[in-house]
């Protein structure tokens, strides 16, 4: 079992940068496959970044392609997810997530384990 805690959220203005860290507690951290989802008020939970068990492999979701960064760190039990070029539209709570079975999976329900996410707001 994998326990993750999310940190690096805040307020920024539009075009501004973030960079969220997400710490995972326990052993194996290097087999699991990381993903970042957000969730905003009223919305349905969207994939924004996943990254292989190795870290060489990254994939991201549409609306994030080309301004965010997913980055892992297997000797650091950490996944990060930089955030550039932010617009108003970004703001979410941000949650890091763990699968055990799947390296690089952009569906939420592939996921085992779920931080408790950390809020990232956009102002315009």
């Known amino acids: 079992q994998v326990h993750l805690v999310e940190s690096g959220g805040g307020l920024v203005e539009a075009g501004g940068s973030l960079r969220l860290s997400c710490a995972a507690s326990g052993r194996a951290f290097s087999t699991y496959g990381m993903g970042w989802f957000r969730q905003a008020p009223g919305e349905e939970r969207e994939f924004v970044a996943a990254i292989s068990r190795s870290g060489g492999t990254a994939y991201y979701g549409s609306s994030t392609q080309g301004r965010f960064a997913i980055s892992r760190d297997n000797t650091k039990n950490t996944v990060d997810l930089q955030l550039n070029a932010l617009q108003p539209e970004d703001t979410a709570v941000y949650y890091c997530?763990?699968?055990?079975?799947?390296?690089?999976?952009?569906?939420?329900?592939?996921?085992?384990?779920w931080g408790q996410g950390t809020q990232v707001t956009v102002s315009s």
């Open positions: 997530a763990a699968s055990t079975k799947y390296s690089g999976t952009s569906a939420s329900g592939e996921y085992d384990y």
